[in-house]
């Protein structure tokens, strides 16, 4: 049986949501597990055209894949109105300016 277009997408954001909750859980224990996740997601987003939301974007490393946990895999700093991870694993810097609420 075939799912409608709209009901594919509501159940990959679904479980999209759900491999990044099992990543967060799985971060402190095993790393490469926590990665394993994410990559998980991100196929299921393309392969189904859903966007990951943001909420969920700037918890990993857009070159190697690799979740982030501060102070582990990820340096935070706040520098002229951005705020700039730096990737551990691969040694990207990735910077997110300041937005107004």
């Known amino acids: 049986m075939v799912l ?3 009901l594919r997408k509501k159940v990959a954001l679904e479980r999209i949501e759900i491999l990044f909750a ?3 859980k799985a971060a ?3 790393l490469s597990l926590s990665q394993r996740y994410v990559s998980l997601a991100r196929k299921l987003s393309m ?5 990951i ?3 969920y974007k700037k918890l990993f490393c857009k070159k190697c894949k690799n979740y ?3 102070g582990k895999t990820l340096r935070v ?3 002229n109105k951005k705020l700039v991870y730096y990737c551990y694993n691969c040694k990207r810097v990735i910077r997110y300016p300041f937005r107004k609420n």
Do not use: G, L, T
Not at 47 to 51: A, E, L, M, Q, T
């Open 4 to 6: 409608p277009k709209n």
């Open 22 to 24: 099992e990543a967060k």
């Open 28 to 30: 402190n224990k095993n």
């Open 47 to 51: 392969r189904y055209k859903v966007k």
């Open 53 to 55: 939301p943001i909420k």
């Open 68 to 70: 982030f946990i501060a």
């Open 77 to 79: 700093r706040s520098k």
